[in-house]
């Protein structure tokens, strides 16, 4: 079965230092999401692009988080600074969407802890 | 976004059957039900929609209420590794909501040996 791949699978950092997540979502797929999980919150959207356009970016706090996707292979989700209340895991998942309804496939997350 | 309300936890027993409930009473017309799973340690795993007629996949089948209100996802016989929290969710099938996915706090599934 193809796959969403995330790297890296688990990140520490300290305070104040970058983090890069990457995520290379299915060939063929035009919508890539990037989702954070805590214990607190569950499952927050953070963004998506269609056809590798932001679509809409309105769960990321705007002053530290990024998202772009530099090519169709490829999705990015900076973090920078980074504080500890942005320790969480970070899903990405793609899909295709067109006429009809599909699913979507997830990746297997990227664990980060800010110390 | 329509809301689904979805039992905090349920249990089973192996090899049994297990029926998932989910209240959406608000559903529009051109939203789909979908249904995910997320196993522990890992990411959601899509397991099933569908719009108004039941749905049968290898997974498992969804059975929809004749007025949509709400819908049951069916594990004909529970194993081990189907533990998992299972999210009911419902996706608009338009443009303006571009197809995105809000999760809510799902059904904990546990299963008996």
């Known amino acids: 079965d193809a796959r969403v791949t995330q790297t890296p699978r688990h990140k520490v950092t300290e305070m104040g230092q970058e983090v890069t997540m990457r995520c290379q979502p299915i060939l063929g797929h035009n919508t890539v999401f990037w989702y954070r999980q805590t214990m607190m919150q569950g499952l927050e959207l953070l963004a998506y692009f269609r056809n590798r356009a932001p679509l809409d970016d309105s769960g990321m706090p705007k002053d530290r988080f990024s998202a772009e996707m530099p090519d169709a292979t490829l999705a990015t989700l900076k973090i920078q600074p980074s504080e500890p209340r942005d320790s969480a895991v970070y899903f990405c998942?793609?899909?295709?969407?067109?006429?009809?309804?599909?699913?979507?496939?997830f990746g297997s997350g990227t664990r980060l802890t800010v110390v | 976004d329509a809301k689904t309300t979805q039992p905090n936890s349920m249990e089973s027993n192996e090899e049994e059957p297990v029926h998932l409930p989910c209240n959406h009473s608000t559903i529009s017309g051109t939203d789909y039900i979908h249904w995910y799973r997320q196993l522990p340690s890992q990411g959601p795993e899509y397991v099933i929609h569908?719009?108004?007629s039941n749905v049968n996949n290898r997974m498992a089948s969804l059975a929809i209420a004749e007025d949509r209100k709400s819908s049951t996802l069916i594990l004909h016989r529970a194993t081990l590794r189907d533990a998992a929290v299972y999210y009911c969710i419902l996706r608009e099938n338009s443009g303006g909501s571009n197809y995105k996915l809000t999760f809510g706090k799902g059904t904990l599934l546990t299963v008996n040996p």
């Open positions: 569908g719009l108004t």
């Open positions: 998942a793609s899909g295709l969407v067109k006429a009809g309804d599909y699913g979507y496939t």
